[in-house]
């Protein structure tokens, strides 16, 4: 499956974005789909999740009640819907998939779980 991530820009604090990751080469509710973020010099975190079985949603304590993720299998797309962005948002998006569908944490949260990852979409906020 080949993803490409999409919809990052420059929004103001307490401004709002939605991102896109389509899928392209297979279906996208076989996979278990994660958004993560990098900022330069940091380590890549897990920000959200959602399950391929189910459709059970992890998100970060730091996203938590702000950002929403969704699947449109029509559509072959995951969103995440970003609202009230911070500063401290800022960086790289990227999306990727896996086909593991053990319902763990540390596994939906690891990037070592995801077999394919897309390209990124820079986010950035202004305070």
């Known amino acids: 499956v080949q993803l490409q991530a999409s919809g990052g820009g420059l929004v103001q604090a307490g401004g709002s974005l939605r991102l896109a990751c389509v899928a392209s080469?297979?279906?996208?509710?076989?996979?278990?789909i994660g958004w993560f973020r990098q900022a330069p010099g940091k380590e890549r975190e897990a920000v959200s999740c959602i399950r391929s079985t189910g459709g059970r949603t992890w998100y970060a304590d730091s996203v938590k009640g702000r950002f929403t993720i969704s699947r449109d299998n029509a559509r072959n797309t995951v969103y995440l819907q970003m609202n009230s962005l911070k500063p401290e948002d800022t960086s790289a998006y990227l999306c990727?998939?896996?086909?593991?569908?053990?319902?763990?944490?540390?596994?939906?949260?690891?990037?070592?779980?995801?077999?394919?990852w897309g390209t990124g979409t820079q986010v950035t906020v202004s305070s």
């Open positions: 990727a998939a896996t086909r593991d569908s053990r319902d763990r944490i540390v596994v939906v949260t690891s990037i070592y779980s995801y077999n394919y």
């Open positions: 080469g297979d279906a996208l509710d076989d996979y278990t």
